[in-house]
């Protein structure tokens, strides 16, 4: 069945170094990948949407890439602040019902 | 800010009593979801629509029902709340799509709510 998987251990980073989170994801090819931020009892954010012909996506100190043949992407944020500090959260969307499938997310804590 | 809204935020309720957790959103759009979510664990679709008078079953079978009579307001109804019920319901809405190759679907969350049954 199709799985989503990122690292379940929280990432200490310390500030001002760059964070990188993964998405690792199997039995499937997605049209695209999204990710989103998550604060605690709160919704998700949508951050950045990638598609399946992109290799590289940026938004200010974000960076997405994905990789189809690996079946990954990766969510870097740049000269990190306390503030990034959140749950970031993978999603594919699944062609058969245009739906998307989640990852359990991933947790970072950016130290001052 | 997405303009999607979810009452109440927290409830505490006794086993068997009747729930609805209500959602609205003002953007105007089709679809809408609830997600059933617990602490570190990933989202489980429970319900989506399409518009109104569309309802559908997601993943997670849940004993909860839903409706869409009106665009921008999609409640989840608990007939009989028990201790498994206990999670953080949350709500979701994405823009109008085409069905296609070109297609996405960015969602927009509300708050959600915490539901504990005891």
């Known amino acids: 069945s199709q799985k989503i998987e990122q690292n379940s251990e929280a990432l200490n980073i310390q500030e001002g170094k760059t964070a990188t989170l993964t998405c690792n994801y199997t039995?499937?090819?997605?049209?695209?990948l999204q990710w989103y931020r998550q604060d605690p009892g709160r919704g998700p954010v949508f951050l950045l949407l990638?598609?399946?012909n992109e290799k590289e996506k940026r938004k200010e100190r974000l960076k997405v890439t994905f990789d189809t043949t690996l079946k990954q992407s990766l969510f870097h944020i740049t000269a990190s602040q306390p503030a990034d500090s959140a749950t970031y959260l993978c999603?594919?969307?699944?062609?058969?019902?245009?739906?998307?499938?989640w990852g359990a997310g991933t947790k970072l804590i950016i130290k001052p | 800010e997405a303009d999607i809204y979810q009452t109440p935020r927290y409830l505490v309720i006794g086993t068997g009593k009747k729930i609805t957790l209500e959602c609205s959103q003002t953007?105007?759009?089709?679809?809408m979801y609830w997600y059933q979510q617990d602490p570190g664990m990933e989202l489980h679709l429970i319900h989506y629509?399409?518009?109104?008078?569309?309802?559908e079953k997601g993943d997670l079978s849940s004993e909860s029902t839903v409706s869409r009579i009106r665009t921008e307001h999609f409640p989840l109804t608990l007939e009989s709340a028990r201790p498994s019920h206990t999670s953080q319901y949350l709500c979701?809405?994405?823009?109008?799509?085409?069905?296609?190759?070109?297609?996405?679907?960015?969602?927009?969350f509300g708050p959600g709510t915490r539901l504990t049954v005891l």
């Open positions: 039995n499937y090819s997605p049209a695209y």
């Open positions: 999603a594919l969307d699944r062609r058969s019902n245009y739906q998307l499938i």
């Open positions: 953007m105007g759009h089709d679809k």
């Open positions: 629509s399409y518009g109104v008078n569309s309802t």
């Open positions: 979701a809405s994405s823009e109008r799509w085409i069905a296609g190759p070109s297609s996405t679907d960015t969602q927009y």
């Open positions: 990638i598609r399946e």
